[in-house]
């Protein structure tokens, strides 16, 4: 039988799904010596029905949630026998895994379920912002790796002009402009001088912190009341949707800049894959001979969406700040940047892949913390590191590779076309 | 003779200039974030002589931070080289770590993983310096040589993955900066590791049989990871220049499949080279702990990983131009220090500087407008290839 790519892919994607519920049904259930119970709260007071705890042995906790890894894998083989799609399954089993390992690692605590992933969604906000800048870009052929230093400019601009003006609003409007100043530098350089882009995306980073530090350094510590003490947006709560059990609190009341990224998230998908836009775009980052031969500007079009891609990534770098605490801090970004670029080449470079990667890594990142402060079998230190490990394994392909648009950071030019 | 010279001239005249270039905007930054300055706003004239005052005075602060300091010459007129001391220890680490991503762009490589690399030295250099006790020259060697294999094999995983893979190195190594430094978070919290009475992430110090010794008395840090660094230097520039392997090196480099036609192992060269390349950061994290540093803390990499690479750029992946550049940029740090303490210029100028020194070298288009110059060498190191090349 020859199998395509994709179901190669999909049966190295089964067979690593139950390789990995068997492991778990062994290292966290038959190995585990805990028996203590562990609990789950699931209330933030602002629900109509609060479901309120689930107290469960770790142990029987783990065994269950393995088990039921391995029943769903044996589905998902089913559905990869009749080649039908295992997204779902993938999906149910991996959260399967994720509850039978915190049900390891969490024997004989208190897990604040609500907590943990409303926290997740928020430290997913700049990484799918970010993310969401990559997709726009290198979708039409422009390596991103200066999405950190867009976050952090926009962060750093939000933030003076939100204090100065005392309104969150000016701070909000601004730090699109400073992300797409840094979009401006990128597509000048990349695509009017065809400087490599992995360089050029390396040296923005390091201007953008340099001039940041400098200038919080000379200007936002010592001038501190003026410089750097903006407002906070205030979160506003969807009425109905808000009440939700569980879910309400988690996605419906939060600061604008939530929904905007929802907005974005689908739009984008829906732009890039059902629009004439969409359809030019990913014709410039895999073939752009082709797509000029058909009459598609492919630079003007490469920098309008390098331009586009400064103004969401702005507004992702808006949350650090006007979105969050308010001051800024020297570094504030602190990597995500990087995340974010991990995520979206663990997301395929396509705009779901990457939002779902992106909340995967806010959820690892969010239980590592919650973890660390009730203490762990496993050191933080590795759980962090999680995040990049799993980006590694993608690009090298021990579990499906992942490729990159074909024409992904090589300038175009008509004589030296290929 | 004259030929030479003219040739010499025009590879540095680019660099000169952008660095000129780099240099003012600094300057003009400098001078226009200056609350003093900006205050002057309504009377242009005192508005630029302020501003150039606070520039230039920033600027001596940053001279007599790295090279020569009048203020420490009245016990000793020797002393007033401290400052030139200090650019050469901090140019020793930062040559080694340059040159592994010289040596990787040669190969046609983006070796961005230099700072993890340097971890891993720093890791190795320092277990082997406090945990045996040996002999002097050999607890050198030995420490010396353990962290050459850790790094080496660092560096050699991205070489590897590449070559069987396709995987990208510049996502690679990103990724694994991260992994190195929390790694190394973690290694300061075992008990192998942390220092007895410690809490914050710091390892014992290095045996005095493992330091380095200095060059210069007590006085002055500089020490023997200066010789060290210039002779390694000396050695990557003959093996470009007069090996085989430096041969199959920059043929990888300069085309892949060419270089697999004329019967090259394209696998092994690659994974060859990233050993090397991890090795030589590997190296460099290895002096800073037996040379200056002599103890393991978290923050033991700095940010030099990430310096080298603006080094390589400036040095357009030459090892003699690599060797400069670093020299320059370590007298730029050194003396940020002294700016940011003398003057309330911070230091992070330096970063501004470096970024747009390479920012304006890859693009000579705008150091030609800007000096209206007709025929400046243009690069040929910074031609752009894909995720997928």
């Given at each position: 039988m020859n199998l395509t790519p994709i179901q190669l892919r999909r049966r190295r994607g089964v067979f690593s799904m139950a390789i990995l519920s068997l492991a778990s049904l062994i290292g966290f259930g038959f190995l585990q010596k805990n028996t203590a119970p562990v609990t789950f709260r699931f209330v933030l007071e602002k629900e109509w029905v609060a479901i309120h705890e689930w107290t469960l042995d770790s142990r029987s906790g783990s065994y269950g949630f393995s088990a039921a890894a391995l029943l769903i894998s044996l589905w998902a083989f089913f559905q990869f026998r009749r080649d039908k799609k295992v997204h779902v399954q993938s999906a149910l089993g991996g959260f399967s895994l994720l509850m039978a390992f915190m049900c390891w690692a969490a024997s004989g605590k208190m897990i604040p379920f609500t907590g943990l992933l409303q926290g997740a969604l928020l430290l997913s906000v700049p990484l799918i912002f970010g993310s969401m800048a990559g997709v726009l870009c290198e979708r039409?052929?422009?390596?991103?790796?200066?999405?950190?230093?867009?976050?952090?400019?926009?962060?750093?601009?939000?933030?003076?002009?939100?204090?100065?003006?005392?309104?969150?609003?000016?701070?909000?409007?601004?730090?699109?402009?400073?992300?797409?100043?840094?979009?401006?530098?990128?597509?000048?350089?990349?695509?009017?001088?065809?400087?490599?882009?992995?360089?050029?995306?390396?040296?923005?980073?390091?201007?953008?912190?340099?001039?940041?530090?400098?200038?919080?350094?000379?200007?936002?510590?010592?001038?501190?009341?003026?410089?750097?003490?903006?407002?906070?947006?205030?979160?506003?709560?969807?009425?109905?949707?808000?009440?939700?059990p569980v879910l309400g609190p988690i996605f419906f009341?939060?600061?604008?800049?939530?929904?905007?990224?929802?907005?974005?998230?689908?739009?984008?998908?829906?732009?890039?894959?059902?629009?004439?836009?969409?359809?030019?775009?990913?014709?410039?980052?895999?073939?752009?001979?082709?797509?000029?031969?058909?009459?598609?500007?492919?630079?003007?079009?490469?920098?309008?969406?390098?331009?586009i891609a400064g103004l969401v990534a702005g507004i992702g770098g808006a949350y650090f700040t006007v979105g969050a605490v308010g001051a800024f801090g020297k570094e504030?970004?602190?990597?995500?940047?990087?995340?974010?670029?991990?995520?979206?080449?663990?997301?395929?470079?396509?705009?779901?892949?990457?939002?779902?990667?992106?909340?995967?890594?806010?959820?690892?990142?969010?239980?590592?913390?919650?973890?660390?402060?009730?203490?762990?079998?496993?050191?933080?230190?590795?759980?962090?590191?999680?995040?990049?490990?799993?980006?590694?394994?993608?690009?090298?392909?021990?579990?499906?590779?992942?490729?990159?648009?074909?024409?992904?950071?090589?300038?175009?030019?008509?004589?030296?076309?290929? | 003779m004259k030929n030479r010279f003219a040739h010499f001239w025009r590879s540095v005249k680019l660099p000169l200039l952008a660095f000129t270039l780099a240099i003012l905007s600094g300057g003009l930054l400098i001078a226009f974030s200056d609350p003093k300055?900006?205050?002057?706003?309504?009377?242009?004239?005192?508005?630029?002589?302020?501003?150039?005052?606070?520039?230039?005075?920033?600027?001596?602060?940053?001279?007599?931070?790295?090279?020569?300091?009048?203020?420490?010459?009245?016990?000793?007129?020797?002393?007033?080289?401290?400052?030139?001391?200090?650019?050469?220890?901090?140019?020793?680490?930062?040559?080694?770590?340059?040159?592994?991503?010289?040596?990787?762009?040669?190969?046609?490589?983006?070796?961005?993983?230099?700072?993890?690399?340097?971890?891993?030295?720093?890791?190795?250099?320092?277990?082997?310096?406090?945990?045996?006790?040996?002999?002097?020259?050999?607890?050198?060697?030995?420490?010396?040589?353990f962290a050459l294999v850790l790094s080496g094999l660092w560096g050699g995983l991205v070489g590897l993955l590449k070559a069987r893979t396709g995987a990208h190195e510049v996502i690679v190594t990103i990724m694994l900066n991260y992994v190195a430094s929390y790694f190394l978070l973690w290694l300061l919290s075992t008990t192998t590791f942390l220092r007895k009475g410690r809490q914050d992430p710091i390892a014992p110090e290095v045996q005095e049989n493992a330091q380095l010794p200095r060059l210069a008395g007590d006085s002055f840090r500089v020490n023997f990871a200066i010789i060290i660094a210039l002779l390694v230097a000396w050695g990557i520039a003959v093996l470009l220049k007069r090996t085989t392997w430096g041969f199959q090196f920059r043929a990888v480099g300069a085309n892949t499949l060419a270089a697999k036609t004329a019967g090259m192992s394209v696998p092994f060269v690659m994974t060859s080279v990233m050993v090397i390349c991890g090795a030589l950061a590997g190296l460099g994290g290895a002096v800073q702990i037996l040379g200056s540093e002599h103890a393991l803390t978290a923050g033991a990499a700095g940010s030099f990983g990430f310096d080298a690479i603006t080094v390589a750029l400036l040095g357009r992946a030459q090892p003699v131009g690599t060797v400069l550049a670093a020299i320059l940029f370590a007298a730029l740090r050194a003396g940020g220090l002294t700016m940011q303490a003398n003057t309330t210029t911070p230091i992070d100028i330096v970063l501004v500087i470096q970024a747009l020194v390479v920012l304006f070298i890859a693009a000579p288009t705008l150091v030609r407008a800007v000096f209206r110059l007709k025929n400046v060498k243009t690069t040929s190191d910074m031609t752009a290839k894909g995720w997928n090349g």
């Open positions: 039409s052929g422009v390596i991103n790796i200066a999405i950190e230093g867009q976050l952090l400019a926009s962060a750093f601009a939000a933030g003076v002009v939100a204090s100065l003006t005392k309104n969150t609003t000016w701070g909000l409007l601004v730090a699109p402009l400073a992300g797409a100043l840094i979009s401006l530098i990128l597509a000048t350089f990349a695509i009017k001088f065809s400087i490599d882009q992995v360089i050029l995306g390396f040296v923005i980073n390091v201007l953008v912190i340099g001039m940041t530090n400098f200038l919080y350094k000379k200007l936002l510590i010592p001038y501190q009341n003026t410089w750097n003490s903006g407002p906070i947006l205030k979160p506003i709560e969807i009425p109905l949707l808000s009440k939700i009341s939060q600061t604008i800049i939530v929904y905007l990224m929802y907005a974005i998230v689908l739009a984008i998908h829906f732009s890039l894959f059902k629009t004439k836009w969409g359809l030019r775009t990913r014709a410039i980052g895999e073939h752009p001979t082709a797509a000029d031969s058909v009459g598609i500007s492919v630079n003007s079009l490469r920098f309008k969406n390098v331009i504030m970004t602190a990597g995500k940047g990087f995340i974010a670029l991990a995520a979206l080449i663990f997301g395929r470079w396509s705009p779901l892949g990457a939002v779902m990667a992106a909340l995967l890594f806010g959820f690892a990142d969010n239980l590592q913390g919650i973890l660390s402060i009730t203490g762990t079998p496993i050191p933080s230190e590795f759980m962090l590191m999680a995040p990049y490990i799993a980006t590694i394994i993608a690009v090298t392909g021990f579990v499906g590779r992942v490729r990159a648009p074909a024409a992904d950071g090589i300038p175009y030019s008509r004589e030296s076309s290929h | 300055v900006i205050a002057l706003w309504k009377s242009p004239g005192k508005l630029l002589s302020e501003g150039f005052l606070v520039a230039i005075k920033a600027y001596e602060a940053l001279f007599q931070g790295s090279i020569f300091d009048m203020n420490l010459t009245h016990k000793r007129f020797i002393n007033g080289f401290y400052p030139l001391s200090e650019t050469f220890t901090v140019a020793a680490p930062l040559i080694l770590t340059a040159l592994s991503v010289t040596l990787a762009f040669r190969a046609g490589l983006f070796n961005i993983g230099a700072q993890g690399q340097f971890i891993f030295g720093a890791i190795g250099a320092s277990y082997v310096g406090f945990h045996f006790s040996l002999p002097p020259v050999i607890h050198i060697l030995a420490a010396i040589a």
